[in-house]
C-alpha cells in the first residue's frame, strides 16, 4: 500500500482535529501526521521538516479560520515558496465555513479545493491519487 510520507493537519478546533486525526491514523494512509494549530506554527514545522532532511508534506488539509495566522494567510506564505515545492504539495480547505465571503476570498488567493468539515474516508478517496484511493479500499 502507497502512503503519504507526510501530512499536515491545521486547524484550531481540537475535537475536529481528534477526529481527523483518527481517521487519518485508522486508514493508515501517512507515515507522518502533523497537527499545526494555526498557519504560523505550521509553516514554522514544514521549515523544521525541511531543515531536518525530511521533505516537504505531499498534503496540507487547512482550516480557514484560525486565530494567529489564518488559512488564507498560510496560503499566501506557501505561494512564496519555490515553484516546483507548491507543485508537489496538494493545499485542501477543509472548513465548516462555505461562507461567500471565506471561499470568495480563498479563491481570490488561489486556493481551489475545498472540502467540508468533518473529513471522510470518501473525501480523502477523492482528494488523492489513484494508487492511494486504492490502498483505501484494502
Same mark, same amino acid.
Given at each position: 500500500? #502507497? $502512503? /503519504?510520507?507526510?501530512?499536515?493537519?491545521?486547524?484550531?478546533? +481540537?475535537?475536529?482535529?481528534?477526529?481527523?486525526? &483518527?481517521?487519518?491514523?485508522?486508514?493508515?494512509?501517512?507515515?507522518?501526521?502533523?497537527?499545526?494549530?494555526?498557519?504560523?506554527? /505550521?509553516?514554522?514545522? =514544514?521549515?523544521? &521538516?525541511?531543515?531536518?532532511? #525530511?521533505?516537504?508534506?505531499?498534503?496540507?488539509?487547512? %482550516?480557514?479560520? =484560525?486565530?494567529? =495566522? %489564518?488559512? *488564507?494567510?498560510?496560503? +499566501?506564505?506557501?505561494?512564496?515558496?519555490?515553484?516546483?515545492?507548491?507543485?508537489? *504539495? #496538494?493545499?485542501?480547505?477543509?472548513?465548516?465555513?462555505?461562507?461567500?465571503?471565506?471561499? +470568495?476570498? /480563498?479563491?481570490?488567493?488561489?486556493?481551489? !479545493?475545498? *472540502?467540508?468539515?468533518?473529513?471522510?474516508?470518501? #473525501?480523502? $478517496? !477523492? =482528494?488523492?491519487?489513484?494508487?492511494?484511493?486504492?490502498?483505501? !479500499?484494502?
Amino acid at each position: 500500500m #502507497k $502512503k /503519504a510520507t507526510c501530512i499536515f493537519l491545521v486547524d484550531d478546533n +481540537q475535537t475536529t482535529t481528534f477526529i481527523h486525526e &483518527r481517521l487519518i491514523n485508522n486508514l493508515g494512509i501517512t507515515e507522518e501526521l502533523i497537527i499545526a494549530p494555526n498557519g504560523k506554527i /505550521a509553516l514554522e514545522l =514544514m521549515q523544521q &521538516r525541511q531543515d531536518e532532511g #525530511k521533505g516537504w508534506p505531499e498534503l496540507i488539509l487547512l %482550516d480557514l479560520n =484560525m486565530p494567529v =495566522m %489564518d488559512g *488564507i494567510e498560510f496560503y +499566501q506564505a506557501f505561494q512564496q515558496f519555490d515553484p516546483e515545492v507548491q507543485a508537489a *504539495i #496538494k493545499v485542501v480547505v477543509l472548513t465548516s465555513s462555505f461562507a461567500y465571503r471565506d471561499v +470568495q476570498r /480563498a479563491q481570490e488567493t488561489g486556493i481551489r !479545493h475545498f *472540502i467540508n468539515k468533518p473529513l471522510t474516508m470518501e #473525501k480523502l $478517496k !477523492h =482528494m488523492w491519487p489513484e494508487q492511494i484511493r486504492e490502498s483505501l !479500499h484494502e
